[in-house]
């Protein structure tokens, strides 16, 4: 065909009925097969053509060569006469219009009824007739059985050598995929457009110019990019985040002036994550001072090796940030008094915790308030909330400039956590001072109320180095406190039901009360009067196979807090009554005394036990003496008075021990079934050295001789003390100063080289 085509442009004419195809359509045919072949549908001119415009009128009925050439186009043509009625196609038009003797001797209007406006498509050809002048590259559209199909199409006018026109000259290419391709690239373009306009972040583009080298270091490629970055695309959302009035005043700004990636720490950030941020998030103070929080995210494009651009988006998260911080802080704070709550004094403690140096010491306080229900019960429970409310600031004022978090854990309880005191004695000190505090008068719905507390102290790294340990420690130091009515107690391993050595402890007692590893000590008591001894107190004691003597303050605590009281109880109640048995089966005139617990007290298989184990050592009553304490008969007081009554009615003997120490009060002192009372040793320790002291114990002796009881004197630790107990006409006393516990065993020696005497039974012969 290119050799058909050489031949024809070298100037061999083929004449039919007498018409010669001239140069210039030998050229537009060679150009338009030439197009058709690289798949290009652009018609070229020739500097013949641009001159005239015009082909000179042709005929191909009986050339070969010719036809064989617009056959091999990819594009219709068609020949129209000077009536616009058509002469000839080619190939591509007998495909398109078949057959092709349907169209011949037709006009373009009778054939192209599937065309847009076909009228108008044959006036536009008769237009090119009548006037000589071609239409190039005319777009025209065709639409059969719903199938589109577009056509670029070219109107040439053909001329005699006389410049008469003759005809025109129909070139006809189909551009449906292009049309297609430019339509979806035109609806990309204009999706994308939309999206950009519409979007609610702020989407950018800098072009780094020139581009960076990503073989550079990062630090440079960093430095690098803030000196070229420029901005050249953005969104009318950006302009508005950085208060531009228009997208052309940030067009143009280099990057550290936007400030979606406006630092170099971003940037190099984005450089080592391969050219990649996420969710990166900065403040921004916008024109009205407000602080706005921003979050950008941002791709790079290499080309090469060389970073070329970035791509970006910058939202405003000023609103969600606020609304998370909004629901951090009611998740981390009490509703009602706007303290932190439980969550966030845990991660405090644990925040300290994990930054402790070596010699710091913290402490935790907890704070159960007491009292608080009546409050609530009498004045309603919005008065109880607001003494809640008044209550906070309070504790927080105490605190002061020391470094500390008050909490409220919920309820009535709060906790104050101190990361940094000097020691153990500041901790009691502070938490005597929240005590104070905590007292002082509430001014709550016209009425003048006050309320105390109790407050336990757990200590790190003495106690406890985890959060979960200090809570417990605290939480056992606070019932300490509430049940021995201090106030303020630090946490002690012996009240502590739950600690590793008490359960150590408390498996070990039950063994050593089962296998006899216990053993009592007795304590002899004078007679002031005669001075002589009338009896003993029964004091138990432990040596532990493995763990050597433990002392009376390590297990009597573990066995009031479980089971093992009443054994215990019971063990000491029969060995005293069996002691003190062989002491008169030995003619000493003597009797014994032993200490309840409360639990003792109120349990109903005392009083079987005792009246069983006083029957079977042959023991009457009134020898055997049980001290119990102004603590233990207030804790529940009509049961209590009930089970001494039952007790007394044995004939055993009642003292109240401790006294002076608890609360009772001598209308109820009255109505016990008791018989002697024991002064306790902290008075009588300091009576010689301190006024107070002396007035309470002879206030006391007094007392009890009105009500027909007798007195008990313990902890005399010296002979001025005895003597001056006797003046004070003191009943008994116990002490040092007499003789210390002892066993069975050295009891007897004592008895043998002391210069107390026990009286005498008058045994049967």
């Not at 349907?102 to 050809?125: C, M, N, T, Y």
């Not at 994550?273 to 290499?302: K, M, P, V, W």
């Not at 001290?627 to 009930?642: F, G, K, Q, V, Y």
Request: glycine share 6%.
């Amino acid at each position: 065909m290119w050799g058909l085509l050489t031949y024809i442009a070298a100037g061999n004419n083929v004449n039919n009925a007498g018409t010669s195809l001239n140069a210039e359509l030998i050229w537009f045919c060679m150009s338009k097969l030439r197009a058709d072949f690289r798949g290009i549908s652009l018609f070229e001119e020739s500097p013949t053509q641009r001159k005239s415009s015009q082909l000179r009128s042709f005929s191909v009925s009986n050339n070969r060569e010719l036809q064989e050439l617009l056959d091999a186009m990819h594009s219709v043509v068609l020949y129209m006469d000077r009536w616009g009625v058509i002469k000839h196609g080619n190939q591509k038009a007998i495909e398109h219009w078949s057959p092709l003797d349907g169209i011949e001797g037709k006009s373009f209007l009778e054939i192209a009824v599937h065309w847009d406006d076909p009228s108008e498509r044959q006036r536009e050809i008769m237009q090119v007739i009548r006037t000589g002048t071609p239409a190039w590259g005319v777009r025209e559209r065709e639409v059969n059985l719903g199938v589109e199909r577009w056509f670029q199409v070219d109107k040439v006018p053909t001329a005699e050598d006389d410049g008469r026109i003759t005809g025109v000259l129909l070139l006809m290419t189909d551009i449906t995929e292009n049309v297609v391709r430019e339509r979806a690239l035109r609806e990309s373009e204009s999706r994308y457009r939309a999206f950009i306009a519409n979007s609610a972040d702020a989407i950018w583009r800098y072009d780094v110019c020139p581009p960076v080298d990503t073989r550079l270091p990062p630090e440079e490629q960093a430095e690098l990019i803030i000196k070229r970055a420029i901005l050249v695309e953005c969104n009318e959302r950006l302009a508005r985040l950085f208060d531009a009035s228009h997208i052309n005043d940030l067009l143009g700004l280099p990057i550290h002036r936007n400030g979606s990636l406006s630092t170099k720490k971003d940037i190099l950030v984005f450089v080592q994550g391969g050219y990649r941020l996420e969710d990166r998030e900065f403040t921004r103070i916008n024109r009205h001072g407000e602080r706005n929080c921003l979050q950008s995210s941002a791709t790079g494009i290499i080309e090469n090796g060389f970073l070329t651009r970035a791509w970006g988006t910058t939202r405003d998260i000023t609103d969600q940030k606020r609304y998370i911080d909004r629901m951090e802080y009611l998740a981390t704070h009490d509703s009602l008094t706007t303290l932190p709550n439980r969550t966030l004094l845990y991660r405090r403690i644990d925040e300290a915790l994990v930054n402790r140096k070596e010699k710091q010491k913290m402490a935790l306080m907890l704070i159960d308030l007491d009292r608080f229900k009546e409050i609530n019960d009498t004045l309603g429970h919005a008065a109880g909330d607001k003494v809640l409310k008044l209550l906070g600031p309070r504790l927080e004022a105490e605190l002061g400039d020391t470094p500390g978090t008050v909490a409220r854990l919920g309820g009535d309880e709060f906790a104050i956590f101190l990361p940094n005191i000097r020691n153990t004695q500041q901790a009691a000190v502070l938490g005597h001072r929240f005590l104070d505090c905590i007292c002082q008068i509430f001014e709550v719905e016209g009425y003048r109320t006050e309320i105390s507390a109790s407050i336990g102290i757990s200590l790190c790294p003495d106690q406890a180095c985890d959060v979960s340990t200090m809570m417990k420690y605290a939480d056992v130091a606070m019932y300490q406190a509430k049940t021995t009515m201090k106030g303020v107690a630090i946490y002690d391993s012996s009240f502590d039901p739950h600690s590793p050595k008490r359960l150590e402890l408390m498996g070990a007692l039950g063994i050593a009360i089962r296998e006899g590893q216990l053993l009592l000590h007795f304590q002899p008591k004078i007679n002031l009067k005669n001075h002589q001894i009338y009896g003993f107190e029964a004091l138990v004691r432990w040596n532990h196979p493995e763990m050597g003597f433990v002392p009376p303050t390590d297990f009597v605590p573990i066995a009031e807090r479980s089971n093992l009281i009443y054994p215990l109880t019971l063990w000491v109640l029969e060995n005293s009554i069996k002691q003190c048995a062989k002491w008169r089966s030995m003619g000493m005139d003597i009797s014994v005394a032993m200490n309840l617990s409360a639990r003792n007290v109120t349990d109903d298989r005392l009083i079987t036990d005792l009246a069983k184990l006083l029957q079977e050592y042959r023991l009457p009553g009134e020898y055997l003496e049980m001290e119990i304490t102004e603590s233990t008969l207030m804790s529940d007081p009509n049961r209590a008075l009930i089970q001494l009554r039952r007790i007394n009615a044995l004939g055993v003997v009642l003292a109240i021990d401790d006294f002076g120490t608890g609360y009772s009060s001598l209308a109820y002192l009255k109505r016990l079934p008791v018989q002697s009372l024991k002064i306790d040793r902290s008075f009588i320790f300091n009576m010689l050295c301190d006024e107070q002291d002396e007035i309470i114990v002879n206030s006391t002796v007094n007392l009890a001789h009105n009500l027909g009881l007798s007195v008990v004197a313990e902890g005399v630790e010296c002979m001025e003390t005895y003597d001056r107990l006797e003046k004070l006409s003191c009943d008994s006393a116990q002490g040092y100063y007499i003789a210390r516990p002892m066993s069975e065993n050295e009891i007897c020696d004592w008895l043998e080289s002391s210069s107390w005497e026990i009286p005498k039974l008058d045994m049967p012969n």
